[in-house]
């Protein structure tokens, strides 16, 4: 790929000041939210030690909500929290918690029964049984579930990036959209670190006896709130309005750089996912943010799109893109997959978007009743000549146009399809790709041109403000580097766009990037 | 003092204790004996309230104890149990120190009067600052019995005290138990399974079954008049030695010959003839000195010992 490959230690050493507030906000997020978790599991798992009766229900509890999949609680907890640090804490609090009530639990009534009755026997008051005698005896297994809840908050900590609390996953998941190795690493490699120092640390204090095990239980507490309190140093900005980015777009240079450099904006930016961008956009957390120019929440959401006046985003035409071996394996697959080429305008893709995000239609019934729109339905043939296997990235309209596609190949060809959608981000999709895991996947000009293929920044931009210029390109480079086919385009332009709200884009007179800028320069 | 009125408790549809009452004297010891399930521990339990009775009363020195908060009521009464149930996480001394703590001494206080227990209790000095796995079962049992008696409570509840213990062990701390001062100046009530424990330590004995009183008295009369053939079955296995134990010179002064004159200390005739016998196996003299209650001395051998014996037993079955 590049030829100028940056080192991991050079990328780390010049984003050192973010590396190192990042570390910071990681770790102020872990114990934050692991002294709520203490303070609220502690309490629980003693209270259900003393009637049993409960045990079930909370732990059953605890147990569910352990399981819900960490993304979708955070997105549970925008409407309530909005996002930022409290949703990211209470979701680390909620995945903390199961352990610590657990083994709270299970350390007290693990106890001798006749030291017990012993401390009873005395005439020891259930205050003086629990302080002096339960918990102390019960420590070694209620820093055991400590220990686990730290280890499972720093891993979760990194998905706090989705909703703009920080922390190292802005990294990692940048590096993820951004195909950057080193972005990956450099956020991957200290999460995994702080995990597996804590635990050590933490183990340290659990192998303890009885007698140090006293002192150290007062320096715990002080400890985590000073590591906890990390997290609320690095948050001084000032500006009227605040961006939400996604840490794909922070990083490119069709992105937040472009910005930067060519509209000279200056915005107070939080990184976020935009699983939930949108939203927060709507319920006022959120001023501008970098959207998708089809995206069905555009419509959802009543978003408008602000004039890219200076062309920094380049033309994102979308086309399947097909291993040369899976064309010759499949011979009608050119063929049957062109079918599509020009047939989806961007307010067509909006529109099919809308209906899946947001009237929460499946991809496959919206890519039916379109499909039979135009005509291009035909009924299955269940032929046995083989399996395509279809990628898709992770998001609403990809699903769909994979779901078109195994119509038509099912409709018109004699081959079995396996799909398999959700696959991450443009990295994984391709690295899928490159290694033959699928045969083929739909992606945009724009994504192949600036990151996959990473050309010479003049070539860049030279070829931005031209579709036909960047199809050419990447068609051309992607069989030459790769050995992959861009098939034929099938119609609409899903770039990157800024965005905001109707009402408020009209308020404040805001209708291009231009005019963003020197509201915030003025204000 | 301590007494019974009238105490039940149930467990589910099984009638662990029905309807006991007795009454312990001041500075008496009690044994609760019986089969395990027959209701003795319960029943002790009952008397500082870790168990709460269904019905019935239970009066400490005069006191209805329901009347009491069960926390201060407990601090006031020693207790010592079978799993002896010291605190893992405490030392030695800590865990002695736990019911003064609880009364607020100062630390002073708690320090001499630890010292002073830990002397007549035979523990080793360094012992105070280690953790109990760290001691031998004989020596936590002695910490236990440390701690029932810091506060020198006039009541001392004891659950199988030596039952964990292995034999040579248990003897050897039985006969410490038996000569410990502080022990005399106490109402106790102790259960055990084991016969000659009861045998040995107890003032009277409360023989129970199926949650009830079979026979409470002293054990020369559950040996001498057992009231039914359960008392009597209760006893047989271990009769010969029992008898022994219980049987003192005293007893069987009238068998014993006008011996010759001998020098030297005379023994008390309150010696049992169990004792007595033992005395004469280990030592190498042949005869005993003992002078009787009508200050009279007789020196016995084994041989009139065991003869006397067998006549009193004799007397006893034609009464």
């Given at each position: 790929m590049n030829e100028h490959q940056q080192t991991l230690w050079q990328f780390m050493h010049e984003q050192s000041d973010k590396l190192f507030s990042q570390t910071l906000q990681h770790v102020g997020l872990t114990f934050i939210s692991l002294l709520f978790a203490i303070a609220i599991g502690l309490p629980l798992g003693v209270l259900i030690a003393r009637k049993r009766k409960l045990s079930g229900t909370v732990l059953g509890i605890a147990g569910v909500l352990q399981t819900v999949p960490s993304i979708a609680l955070l997105g549970f907890m925008i409407p309530i929290l909005g996002i930022g640090a409290k949703p990211a804490i209470v979701a680390l609090l909620i995945y903390a918690l199961l352990p610590i009530i657990r083994n709270t639990y299970t350390g007290i009534i693990g106890i001798d029964q006749h030291v017990k009755e012993a401390a009873r026997a005395m005439g020891m008051s259930k205050s003086q049984i629990l302080l002096k005698v339960e918990l102390p005896l019960a420590m070694p297994v209620i820093l055991a579930g400590i220990r686990t809840a730290t280890v499972i908050n720093v891993g979760v900590a990194t998905l706090a990036s989705f909703i703009a609390a920080g922390g190292l996953g802005e990294f990692i998941f940048g590096g993820i959209s951004l195909n950057n190795t080193n972005m990956i690493l450099a956020g991957a490699i200290p999460a995994a670190l702080l995990a597996i120092i804590l635990d050590a640390l933490l183990s340290l204090v659990q192998k303890m006896n009885f007698k140090k095990l006293r002192k150290a239980l007062y320096i715990l507490p002080v400890v985590i709130l000073i590591l906890g309190g990390f997290y609320a140093l690095p948050s001084a900005y000032g500006s009227t309005l605040t961006a939400g980015f996604t840490p794909e777009f922070m990083g490119r240079q069709d992105g937040d750089l472009g910005l930067k450099s060519t509209y000279g904006l200056k915005i107070h930016t939080i990184v976020i996912s935009d699983a939930v961008m949108y939203k927060a956009a709507f319920s006022k957390e959120l001023d501008v943010i970098s959207g998708y120019s089809t995206d069905g929440r555009l419509k959802a959401f009543d978003l408008k799109i602000l004039k890219d006046d200076k062309s920094i985003f380049p033309p994102y035409y979308a086309a399947p893109i097909v291993r040369d071996e899976a064309l010759k394996q499949f011979p009608q697959l050119a063929e049957t997959l062109n079918l599509l080429a020009g047939e989806i305008t961007d307010s067509v893709m909006t529109d099919l978007n809308y209906r899946t995000d947001y009237l929460h239609q499946t991809p496959e019934r919206v890519a039916k009743d379109f499909l039979i729109s135009i005509g291009l339905y035909r009924a299955p043939k269940n032929g046995h000549k083989g399996v395509v296997r279809i990628g898709s990235k992770i998001f609403g309209e990809q699903y769909i146009l994979a779901e078109m596609y195994s119509m038509l190949i099912r409709g018109n060809t004699d081959y079995e399809v396996s799909t398999k959608t959700g696959l991450g981000g443009t990295k994984i999709c391709f690295d899928a790709l490159m290694n033959d895991q699928i045969d083929f996947y739909p992606e945009y000009t724009g994504t192949g041109l600036l990151v996959l293929l990473q050309p010479d920044p003049k070539i860049a931009k030279e070829m931005a403000h031209d579709k036909d210029k960047t199809y050419d390109y990447v068609s051309t480079e992607f069989e030459k580097k790769f050995k992959i086919k861009w098939l034929k385009p099938i119609g609409f332009n899903n770039s990157y766009a800024l965005m905001m709200r109707q009402k408020q884009s009209k308020d404040l007179n805001v209708n291009t990037i231009t005019d963003l800028k020197n509201y915030l320069d003025k204000n | 003092m301590i007494q019974l009125k009238e105490i039940s408790k149930k467990f589910g549809d099984t009638q662990a204790v029905n309807k006991i009452s007795f009454k312990v004297e001041e500075k008496e010891t009690l044994v609760l004996l019986g089969t395990s399930g027959c209701g003795k521990t319960t029943t002790l339990k009952m008397i500082n309230r870790l168990i709460e009775p269904d019905a019935g009363q239970v009066f400490i020195n005069d006191e209805n104890i329901t009347n009491q908060d069960p926390d201060v009521l407990r601090t006031g009464i020693g207790y010592v149990m079978q799993n002896i149930g010291?605190?893992?996480?405490?030392t030695v001394a800590e865990n002695i120190a736990v019911v003064p703590k609880l009364l607020k001494w100062d630390k002073e206080k708690i320090k001499v009067r630890t010292q002073e227990l830990i002397k007549k209790l035979h523990l080793p000095e360094n012992s105070l600052s280690m953790f109990p796995h760290e001691l031998s079962g004989g020596q936590q049992q002695r910490v236990g019995l440390a701690r029932a008696l810091v506060t020198d409570p006039s009541v001392l509840l004891m659950d199988e005290p030596f039952g964990a213990l292995d034999n040579v062990t248990r003897t050897s701390i039985q006969k410490e138990f038996k000569g410990l001062e502080e022990l005399k100046r106490k109402t106790i009530v102790m259960v055990t399974h084991d016969v000659q424990e009861a045998f040995e330590l107890a003032d009277r004995i409360c023989l129970m079954d199926k949650g009830k009183i079979i026979q409470i008295g002293t054990p020369k009369e559950l040996l001498y008049q057992p009231v039914n053939d359960f008392a009597r079955k209760f006893l047989a296995g271990q009769r010969l030695a029992l008898e022994f134990k219980v049987v003192k010179i005293q007893d069987i002064w009238t068998y014993l010959p006008k011996g010759a004159l001998q020098d030297g200390r005379s023994l008390s005739a309150d010696l049992n003839v169990w004792d007595a016998m033992e005395l004469l196996r280990s030592s190498d003299r042949s005869e005993l000195l003992v002078s009787g209650a009508d200050k009279e001395s007789k020196a016995v051998n084994f041989e009139q010992l065991t003869k006397g014996f067998n006549q009193f037993q004799n007397a006893q079955a034609h009464e």
């Open positions: - | 010291l605190f893992p996480h405490y």
